[in-house]
Nanobody, 123 residues
Framework: VQLQASGGGLVQTGGSLRLSCAAS????????VDWYRQAPEKERELVGT???????NYADSVKGRSTISRDNAWSTVTLQMNSLKPEDTATYYC??????????????????WGKGTQVTVSS
């Protein structure tokens, strides 16, 4: 599975951005996708997750301001962020959780990261 995040940019405080995670490859093996972010000199933070059943959960820091959605094929997962704050400034990444079965019929669990997209919120 290959992932590429896009949609970042420079936005003023209070603005909105819609980030996209484009996936390709063995999409049928995806069972969840996370959005993470990492600010300079800070640890990577989980922003939110969407599962194959469509359920979502969010970090407290973005809850109520963010929505994660996906298409049925897992080809695109989006992160809509509203009411942006300077502390949202970070590089945003998507990560796919996958499960597939190898030639021996054994389950293989793997995670894949995409290249990030930079979000900068000016005060």
């Amino acid at each position: 599975v290959q992932l590429q995040a896009s949609g970042g940019g420079l936005v003023q405080t209070g603005g909105s951005l819609r980030l996209s995670c484009a996936a390709s490859g063995r999409l049928s093996s995806i069972n969840a996708v996370d959005w993470y972010r990492q600010a300079p000199e800070k640890e990577r933070e989980l922003v939110g997750t969407i599962t194959s059943g469509g359920s979502t959960n969010y970090a407290d820091s973005v809850k109520g301001r963010s929505t994660i959605s996906r298409d049925n094929a897992w080809s695109t997962v989006t992160l809509q962020m509203n009411s942006l704050k300077p502390e949202d400034t970070a590089t945003y990444y998507c990560r796919a959780h996958t499960l597939f079965y190898n030639d021996n019929g054994e389950p293989v669990v793997a995670g894949y990261w995409g290249k990030g997209t930079q979000v900068t919120v000016s005060s």
